[in-house]
């Protein structure tokens, strides 16, 4: 099966992101999304192919994330909480 998964814009409230970060930001979210969806697979309802506009994705509790790899992948995880297999 094949996903394709574009997110136009991440809106993120309440975080200031320094803008050298935000690349390395961006790929771990994309890198961890593509590991979760690979390893667990999208939702029934979705899986049959369908067009999402708009998403809000699980709040999340930020505590000592260190670096934005360890935020991207939270993030993910919070938006595969909504689009996974779970």
């Known amino acids: 099966m094949n996903v394709n998964l574009h997110?136009?814009?991440l809106v993120l409230d309440g975080l200031e992101i320094?803008?050298?970060q935000r690349?390395?930001?961006q790929a771990a979210v994309e890198s961890e999304l593509s590991r979760?969806?690979?390893e667990r697979g999208l939702s029934p309802s979705l899986a049959r192919g369908i067009a999402v506009p708009r998403m809000s994705a699980r709040d999340m509790q930020i505590t000592g994330v260190n670096s934005p790899t360890e935020l991207g992948q939270?993030?993910?995880q919070s938006v595969y909480g909504d689009i996974g297999h779970e």
Request: hydrophobic share 55%; no cysteine.
């Open 7 to 9: 997110i136009d814009r």
């Open 18 to 20: 320094a803008p050298e």
């Open 36 to 38: 979760l969806l690979t």
């Open 23 to 25: 690349p390395v930001l």
């Open 74 to 76: 939270q993030i993910a």
